[in-house]
């Protein structure tokens, strides 16, 4: 049997490339799992903190998530839905696998060295801004490593841009097995969604991103109707008034191209630029019409849907009580094999 495994971050309301690279493709695999899989999804409020947070903030982008999960179509009686911050087990098998987790390994990620960049640029001098940086960023691929193993997960449905992050969890899983013990820990498969990467409509070199500064480089699962049309007709393209598909060359109509296929068909080998040909003649306004309407019959309903349940506070209250203490009883399990494993057991 599968254990299926995924977790997003309570960094603000997601938007439309954590819906069709990462949430839409859990609510698939929910509705479609077998009798015996167990399907887990978490809000992993350990990893947001490694970038500041104010408090009160971040409470309420935990509920918001929470809402968003559910808005979206996950259920809490067939997925286990919990909040990772409030199942210690998660930070404590992390501090296990640094201790065997060499740091060329997290060197080499590439969000590591992304971050590492832009403290080197805001620095005056030839040096690295310390403040930027800390440990728990540079460690932040091994608590992902160690949520998707402390249930002994088979499968992790992420989007493509975190391919790096499930290999090195596939190393750590491996290495453990390899030190201690040979079967502890599956090694956990990626399942990917066809979707490619979403990218930001204001720097299409950039993936949409939730921290990202500018509002109108994402669109979010409750921006109505206005609103996704107002920044769709403001996304970056480039001179050319031809539409083709070309995601080297013109990432920004290529990016508008993958969404509008993406949101209106489920096939996942479409040729997309059978698609772009398809607008010979056309201008890029009507492309960008076209992609407006199909992102706000995808995220309409979600959008009603989580200003129904946002309302709920005890409802939401009680479904993450449920999951946290269920996740809780399922972790503590793993971490107790752990611990006897690698010589820490009660005495
Ligand atoms: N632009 C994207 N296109 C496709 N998939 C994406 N994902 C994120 N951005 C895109 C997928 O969403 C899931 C949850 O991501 P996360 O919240 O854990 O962290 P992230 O990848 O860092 O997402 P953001 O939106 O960029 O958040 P911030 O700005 O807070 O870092 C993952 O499965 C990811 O693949």
Not at 175 to 185: E, G, V
Not at 217 to 236: E, F, M, N, Q, Y
Request: with cysteine; glycine share 4%.
């Amino acid at each position: 049997p599968r254990v299926i495994f995924s977790g997003i971050q309570p960094t603000g309301i997601p938007h439309l490339g954590n819906y069709l690279g990462a949430i839409q493709n859990w609510v698939r695999l929910q509705n479609r799992a077998a009798p015996d899989d167990t399907i887990l999804y978490c809000i992993v409020g350990y990893h947001a903190i490694t970038l500041p947070q104010d408090p009160a903030h971040l409470e309420t982008e935990r509920l918001n998530m929470l809402a968003s999960l559910l808005a979206c179509g996950i259920n809490p009686k067939t997925s286990l839905l919990f909040n990772q911050d409030q199942v210690p087990e998660h930070a404590e098998l992390a501090w296990i696998l640094n201790c065997i987790t060499p740091m060329g390994w997290l060197s080499r990620m590439t969000t590591w060295k992304s971050k590492l960049a832009v403290a080197r640029n805001a620095s005056s001098e030839d040096e690295i801004n310390d403040s930027m940086l800390n440990l728990g960023l540079f460690a932040y691929p091994v608590l992902q490593a160690a949520d998707i193993m402390i249930h002994k997960s088979t499968h992790v449905p992420v989007g493509e841009d975190q391919t790096q992050h499930l290999e090195l969890a596939q190393d750590i899983a491996r290495a453990f097995n390899h030190k201690y013990s040979d079967d502890l820990f599956p090694t956990p498969q990626q399942l990917s969604t066809p979707t490619k990467r979403v990218l930001s409509l204001r720097d299409p070199t950039q993936k949409m991103s939730k921290s990202a500064p500018s509002d109108k480089s994402r669109i979010l699962i409750t921006d109505d109707p206005a609103a996704i049309t107002a920044k769709i007709r403001g996304a970056v393209t480039d001179s050319i008034s031809e539409i083709t598909y070309h995601p080297e060359r013109r990432p920004g109509v290529s990016n508008l191209i993958s969404i509008l296929a993406a949101c209106t068909s489920e096939e996942p080998n479409l040729d997309l630029g059978t698609i772009a040909r398809s607008y010979q003649g056309k201008r890029i306004q009507d492309l960008k019409q076209d992609v407006a309407d199909a992102v706000i019959a995808k995220i309409e309903p979600i959008r009603k849907e989580y200003e129904k349940i946002r309302a709920e506070s005890a409802w939401l209250r009680d479904v993450s009580d449920a999951g946290d203490t269920l996740a809780r009883e399922r972790a503590s399990r793993t971490m107790s094999e752990v611990k006897k494993t690698v010589g820490l057991a009660r005495m």
